[in-house]
């Protein structure tokens, strides 16, 4: 995400529920939200401003492996029913203008950038069949589009919600990880958002009757979205993969359950597990 100066957000629980729906407002923005839980859709009916022009994130799967759906709508109210037919997602995310100025050409243009983006995170299973064609929008509505999407990412990103986040691993301050297993080898960036897998990494094929499914499924996916590709005795990572978890990323990579911790090492053989306690007493 791009720099940006202190914001206050705020979150108003519209039925008191912390778990229920809400309404999100950021400070000196146009912009606002509601997140809706599945099982709470009849607080759309009830929102005069859910029956405007927006953009709208259908949300679901597992922290290990989320899911998302981009879609845009003139009314969000008669378009939500229509993806009751979708199982995966267990939140919606609507985001819309306080002002109306929302045009249809400008959530088209929101949604195709938010696809092209989660397309390039590779954070998340993405249920969008095509890729929308966007609108052309002049050069003084697109910087305007550009500021908006800023701070729907700002937004989602402190609902939890990094699906659209692309990994940025320029920072040569950050030290390589590795797993060496099986005359493989798997490269990675530990992140304050976990572990970053990169491209060229090598991951075992074979995998071992007691993979969680979990695993297994991710493993699949990855493969048929290209995201892995077949080199014969092994698969390669074609672009980065982002893991919240050490030990999900070491069990993609080796096709087992796996230990993160003990498993990622640097270049000297220290494992994370040492570098992280050994840095702690330092503390």
Request: aromatic share 4%; net charge positive.
């Given at each position: 995400m791009e720099n940006i100066s202190p914001k206050t957000i705020k979150l108003f629980l519209l039925d008191g529920d912390p778990t229920g729906a809400k309404k999100v407002q950021l400070s000196n923005w146009s912009g606002m939200a509601f997140v809706i839980p599945r099982?709470?859709?009849?607080?759309v009916n009830k929102r005069e401003e859910l029956g405007r022009?927006?953009?709208y994130f259908l949300i679901g799967g597992t922290s290990v492996s989320p899911e998302v759906y981009v879609g845009e709508a003139e009314n969000f109210q008669k378009r939500i029913p229509q993806h009751q037919s979708k199982d995966f997602w267990n939140i919606c995310v609507v985001f819309l203008a306080k002002d109306e100025n929302l045009s249809k050409a400008h959530?088209?243009?929101l949604e195709a950038t938010f696809v092209d983006d989660c397309k390039k995170a590779n954070r998340a299973k993405l249920h969008n069949g095509n890729s929308p064609e966007g609108s052309k929008l002049s050069e003084e509505d697109e910087s305007?589009?550009?500021?908006f999407k800023q701070?729907?990412?700002?937004?989602?990103?402190?609902l939890g919600y990094t699906f659209h986040e692309i990994a940025s691993v320029?920072?040569?301050t950050y030290e390589k990880y590795f797993i060496k297993a099986k005359g493989l080898e798997a490269k990675g960036i530990y992140t304050a958002e976990g572990m970053i897998v990169l491209e060229g990494s090598q991951v075992a094929k074979e995998e071992t009757p007691s993979i969680h499914e979990y695993l297994h499924n991710l493993r699949s996916e990855k493969l048929q979205e290209q995201v892995i590709s077949d080199k014969g005795d092994y698969f390669e990572v074609?672009?980065?993969i982002t893991f919240s978890s050490l030990s999900t990323a070491a069990g993609f990579v080796m096709g087992r359950t796996a230990n993160g911790w003990n498993e990622w090492k640097n270049a000297e053989g220290k494992t994370i597990d040492e570098i992280e306690r050994?840095?702690?007493?330092k503390k």
């Open positions: 099982n709470k859709l009849e607080v022009q927006c953009l959530v088209r243009f305007d589009m550009n500021e701070n729907i990412k700002l937004v989602l990103s402190t320029s920072d040569k074609q672009q980065k050994k840095s702690l007493e």
